[in-house]
């Protein structure tokens, strides 16, 4: 019994599968819309905060947005989404977490972070990383690390902390949460390529 399916091809994420375009005007317009979705919904999950006793970061929904959006959509576009991102919430659109914007707060760090986790996790995307629940839980590990390698000294440098403080601060709390995060990217992206039609 044959089922209709998108063929998965080697290089390809999520995005990728989408209905093809026939002009160049009508592919520029998909990635346009892809980076301008990925942006909105990381300005949309960032409003989901909570509050971490002791820390100026909150637990928010944007890094796993992030991760989210630059996994599905691949490097260059996850780029270009979390860089529209960060350039409206620096201009003033009260987008980043908990309604807020601008730059040189202490977790502006976490935004420029997720900038180059998004681009990291895909291009490990495009090399199948988000293909199978090991290889996303490996993806999403490696971009978490990402985001805190620039959050944390950042935030050391804008509150004054030491770096150990801001580990305790800025990366500590938020270890359970990035787990339960994990654990959700690691079954919607691969379900994703199985409802694809992907079997690779």
């Known amino acids: 019994m044959s089922t209709a399916a998108a063929p998965a091809r080697s290089g390809a994420v999520l ?14 317009a998909r990635d346009a819309a892809l980076v301008l979705g990925g942006a909105a919904l990381t300005g949309i999950a960032a409003q989901i905060a909570v509050p971490v006793p002791g820390s100026p970061v909150p637990v ?4 796993f ?27 003033g659109v009260p987008w980043f977490a908990g ?15 997720m900038l180059l986790a998004a681009t990291v996790v895909g291009a490990l995307a495009r090399r199948g990383g988000d293909r199978s629940v090991l290889r996303m839980a490996g993806t999403m590990v490696l971009g978490s690390a990402v985001i805190y390698a620039i ?8 509150t004054g902390m030491s ?3 801001a580990v305790a601060a800025g990366l500590v709390p938020f270890l359970i949460g990035d787990a339960l995060k994990a654990a959700l990217a690691m079954g919607a992206l691969p379900t994703g390529w199985k409802l694809m039609g992907d079997r690779g």
């Open 15 to 28: 995005a990728d599968l989408l209905p093809s375009t026939t002009t160049a005007a009508r592919a520029f």
């Open 163 to 165: 770096l150990g403080a």
């Open 99 to 113: 309604g807020t914007s601008g730059a040189g707060g202490a977790s502006f760090g976490y935004v420029l972070g």
């Open 151 to 158: 959050g944390v000294p950042y935030l050391a440098l804008s």
């Open 65 to 91: 947005a992030a991760l989210l959006v630059g996994t599905a959509v691949g490097a260059r576009r996850g780029f270009l989404s979390l860089a529209l991102y960060a350039l409206v919430g620096m201009a």
């Open 60 to 63: 928010t929904g944007q890094t």
